[in-house]
């Protein structure tokens, strides 16, 4: 975290930044699309054609399937275990085929959606400085994702025995209903194998992109995020991941959306009530809910896995959320010094490192610098 400086106004007057505006400029899981301090070498040309080279990918993929429906394309674009009976489809190692194409797309379609229709939004909404719009770009598209992934997961959550009501999400002790679960629904399927290959994507955007100042704490959250997907791929109690999904993307959501507002200068009067919202989802959602399924795995796991294997997804569960606390830690430090110093506060942010960002007050160009 790192404080930042005040900043000069032509008139002399000074300027603080908003500690609502610290909070949404900063987030643990919000990708680091800034322009400085790109990588260099093989990761620098990745990250040069984001867009071209998996379009390239997908188009020999899709083009290699419609000249030959039968060739190793398919295993691509489709999951290959349907039973026609159930309507589910088994779990297999061909499964690898379909992650992989979509990690792909995802670095595609985020590349894309941003250069083209978020990056023109932005200006057009009136973004101060080309910080601005790149982070409007960058939030946007996780704003779109956890929306689609959120809804959907919700869905794929009410069709099993764990669905309780909108107040509790959770029944605790329907979790391993009906393990092992290697057949899923059709929607289910797609959506845990999308998000499977949506967190090894973000993975790749970390390794890109310039690094913030909790990059330690977000390739942690990032890493412990993959590795839960698998153990739980693995033991075949994928209700658990569907629960942490959708307990994790909520809060995302609203946040991603604050920050967009904020970019493109909405009031506070606007953007403060969002805050708010955010403050009570996080709290609700990461804490309360993500409790429930902590407390049914520490319950009901030991007797659906090895000694082992019971204790290590403990450990990535109580990994991750003693990293929820983290951050909740620093929300709530910004909002204590918002309110003990009536205005005077000192910024407590994620930003990128060595980065001066440059706002623009009327005509009138300040700058506030962020130390390393």
Known sequence: MAASTLQQRPSGSHKLVSSKKSLLNSTPNAPTGSTHQ??????????????????VAILTILGTYALSPDSLAKKFLFFQEYDAETRTYEKSWDDIYFVIFWVAAFTFLRAAVMTYVLTPMARRLGAASERAVTRFAEQGWICIYYSFSWVTGMYCLQLTPTWKNWLVWFHTDQ????????????????????QFAFWIQQLFVLGIEAPRKDFLATISHHLVTVSLISFSLGLNVTTFGTAVFVAMDLADIVLSFGKCLKYIE????????????????????RHFLYGHIIYAWITYGHGYSSKLTYYV????????????????????????????????????????????????????????????
């Open 313 to 372: 997804v403990i450990c990535l569960l109580m990994v991750l959320q003693s990293l929820m606390f983290f951050w909740l830690w620093s929300i709530c430090r910004i909002v204590y010094k918002m309110f003990a110093s009536k205005g005077g506060v000192v910024d407590d942010r994620s930003e990128d490192e060595d980065e001066q960002p440059v706002e623009f007050n009327g005509n009138a160009e300040t700058k506030n610098v962020v130390p390393a």
């Open 175 to 194: 979790f391993l209903d009906s393990y092992p679960l290697t057949a899923l629904p059709v929607i289910t399927k797609y959506y845990y194998y999308l």
């Open 38 to 55: 790109r990588r260099k070498g093989l990761l620098a040309a990745m990250d040069r054609h984001q867009i071209d080279g998996p379009l």
């Open 266 to 285: 909405m009031p506070d009067s606007i953007c403060d009530p969002i805050f708010a919202f955010f403050m009570i989802v996080w709290v609700y959602t």
